[in-house]
């Protein structure tokens, strides 16, 4: 079980390099995610960041990205948590339609609603983000999912 003393909390700029860290140790790209912070999320245990999940904003879509775990914290619910969360405040935002890139977890995202898409239906402001343009190889699976109006 998650203790109490868990918390998920939006980045900023001191937790950024913790935040960095933890995508390095996961083999996620770090790439333009200081861009948004304001729409990143941490799961923090005590001063330690143990968690992160979060959106790149464009209109009414959304990049899903960072959605990572410290090991020793998995399997634990965190995971799941902190997707809600970044769903949440995609929904807080009046965003509608949400995507996300992933290589490795494509068995973990239907439960929140996301299906696999081909590449060429995702919004073009999406399409340019860094991560799709040059940080997630073509193999990566696009997957897509819509958000319920607040
Ligand atoms: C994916 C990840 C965030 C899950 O975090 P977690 O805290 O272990 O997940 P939870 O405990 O909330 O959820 C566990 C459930 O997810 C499933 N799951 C965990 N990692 C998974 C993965 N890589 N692929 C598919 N399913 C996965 C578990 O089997 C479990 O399923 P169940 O509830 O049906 O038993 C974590 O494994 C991680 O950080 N992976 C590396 C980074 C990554 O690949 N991120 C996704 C791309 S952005």
Do not use: N, W
């Not at 245990?45 to 790149?56: K, N, R, T, Y």
């Not at 965190?78 to 995507?99: E, N, S």
């Amino acid at each position: 079980m998650i203790t109490t003393d868990i918390t998920i909390e939006s980045a900023d700029e001191a937790t950024l390099p913790a935040l960095l860290s933890l995508l390095a140790a996961s083999g996620l790209p770090p790439e333009g995610l200081s861009d948004h912070l304001p729409t990143a999320l941490i799961a923090r245990d005590h001063d330690q960041v143990i968690g992160s999940a979060a959106l790149e904003l464009y209109g009414s879509s959304a990049l899903l990205r960072s959605v990572a775990v410290a090991p020793a914290y998995q399997g634990q619910g965190l995971g799941q948590q902190l997707t809600r969360a970044a769903i949440d405040l995609a929904q807080q935002r009046g965003v509608t339609d949400l995507y996300l890139l992933t290589e490795t977890a494509g068995a973990f995202f239907p439960k929140f609603g996301f299906s696999p898409i081909d590449r060429a239906d995702v919004p073009t402001q999406v399409k340019e983000s860094l991560e799709f343009t040059t940080l997630c190889p073509d193999s990566a699976l696009v997957m897509a999912a819509s958000v319920p109006a607040k």
